[in-house]
């Protein structure tokens, strides 16, 4: 009995901690669609060795399917406590190699990604959009799900969808 009551505690108190880190960072969790994953990895050219990056990568899928589809080095990171704990368990399951780390990424280098892949709200692409500048190297590809990244300008537009029911994707390199 004690064992239940110690892991309802601390899955209240994980719970809780990711609610109030959305909230705080108004960083909701929205997954991305297995749809939109496709139609990101078939306009990217990630290459086996090449380092992916997902930032605010919650579940993991997007770094799981990097890894799966193009034996790619895989790095995200999550900073809401559930969701980070989630992707550690489905990392096992699946059996990745993926390096997920439960830190902010705006803290932490970007200048070894060949790839970046966001989906974050418009306040925070904006002042991604100037550490992309300052650390990452000429080639690196950058994909944000739904929303423009002010100060860069996109290579590629992939326009929202409705009968597919997909966003719309923009592709930018540095």
Known sequence: MDILLILTVVFCLLLSGTAIVSIALRVPYVPTKKTVIDKIFKTIKLKKGETFYDLGCGDGRMLIEAEKRTKANVIGYEIAPLIYLYAQIKKLFYRSKAKIYYKNFFKEKLNNADVIFCYLMPFQLKKLALK??????????????????????????????????TPTLYFYKI
Request: positive net charge.
């Open 132 to 165: 992309i500048k300052k650390e990452c190297k000429k080639g690196t590809q950058i994909v944000s799900n739904t929303f423009k990244i002010e100060g860069l300008n996109p290579e590629k537009i992939i326009v929202k969808n409705p009968i597919e029911k």
